[in-house]
């Protein structure tokens, strides 16, 4: 797998136009693919992000460019879960967050992935 920091110098941010209110944005990326790390074959899902930002939102052509980097990736469900969310709080720092992946069935099964920032414990 590719190095974590390759992948954040894609994303890019933006001034929050309202920082001093606490609003909800949710971004959908229904055409997310990544590939699985035991079988080889590619994995489809969607990836719903939702988050009151602070300073800064996140600029959706770079999220799109940023998505697109795991097509050739070998990597888990949880695990890319959790790496967006790690890279996703290292870039645009929200007040909260939460990354949801919804995976397409395979073989009678569906798996669908949260994370949240802070974490809830």
């Avoid at 941010?13 to 209110?21: A, H, M, Q, T």
Wanted: net charge negative; glycine share 6%.
């Amino acid at each position: 797998m590719s190095d974590s920091s390759d992948f954040r110098d894609t994303l890019e941010v933006f001034e929050n136009p309202s920082p001093s209110r606490n609003f909800i944005i949710e971004h959908h990326c229904p055409e997310f693919t990544s590939v699985c790390p035991k079988t080889g074959q590619p994995d489809f899902g969607t990836i719903i992000f939702t988050y009151v930002p602070d300073g800064v939102c996140v600029e959706l052509k770079s999220l799109k460019m940023y998505l697109q980097r795991f097509r050739s990736e070998g990597i888990f469900y949880e695990a890319v879960t959790n790496k967006i969310m790690d890279d996703f709080v290292a870039v645009v720092k929200p007040r909260r967050a939460t990354i949801e992946s919804r995976w397409t069935p395979r073989g009678g099964l569906s798996s669908n992935i949260t994370v949240n920032y802070p974490d809830e414990g």
